[in-house]
Every structure is written in structure tokens, then in C-alpha cells.
């Protein structure tokens, strides 16, 4: 797979799951699953929230998006 061509193996990789529908989460979660058994990475930076059981496979350091940020800024889990 040409996906990962480039890649060094144990190196620290970033990926971002801002856009990832949830219908659609499962082609996600297919190709970070063969990006740790193909490269292997040190850590994966992830721009967004992973769910539990991949963020469990390698480790994961996340970022918050902008949009959490601000409602962070403002004390709401909603939004609002």
C-alpha cells in the first residue's frame, strides 16, 4: 500500500480525525489500524478526538480542535 510509502517506521507520525464522519469512522479507523501494524510509529499526533479503542493501540497524544478550545474558553461541554 502506498499509503504509508515515505513513512519511517518508529517515527512519530500526525494524522487528524476533524471531518471524519461517523457513518464514515470505519474506513478511519481501518487505515490508522494498518498504520500501526505497517510503520509502527513512535507516537501519532492527532489533531481532534480518536475514540477509546484507538488511541489504546499506539500512543496517542491529541490536540484539541479549535472549536473545543473555544468552548473550553467559555466553560460550556455544549457549545452554548
Given at each position: 500500500m502506498?499509503?504509508?510509502a515515505g513513512v519511517s517506521r518508529r517515527s512519530v507520525v500526525a494524522?487528524?480525525?476533524v471531518?471524519?464522519?461517523q457513518t464514515e469512522y470505519?474506513?478511519?479507523e481501518h487505515g490508522f489500524r494498518?498504520?500501526?501494524e505497517r510503520i509502527q510509529p513512535?507516537?501519532?499526533l492527532c489533531y481532534g478526538r480518536l475514540r477509546?479503542?484507538?488511541g489504546s493501540l499506539i500512543d496517542v497524544r491529541c490536540y484539541p480542535t479549535r472549536w473545543e478550545g473555544i468552548k473550553r474558553a467559555?466553560?460550556?461541554d455544549d457549545g452554548r
Open positions: 502506498f499509503s504509508f494524522v487528524s480525525a471531518g471524519v464522519r470505519r474506513h478511519f494498518e498504520m500501526v513512535s507516537r501519532v477509546r479503542e484507538l467559555v466553560g460550556s
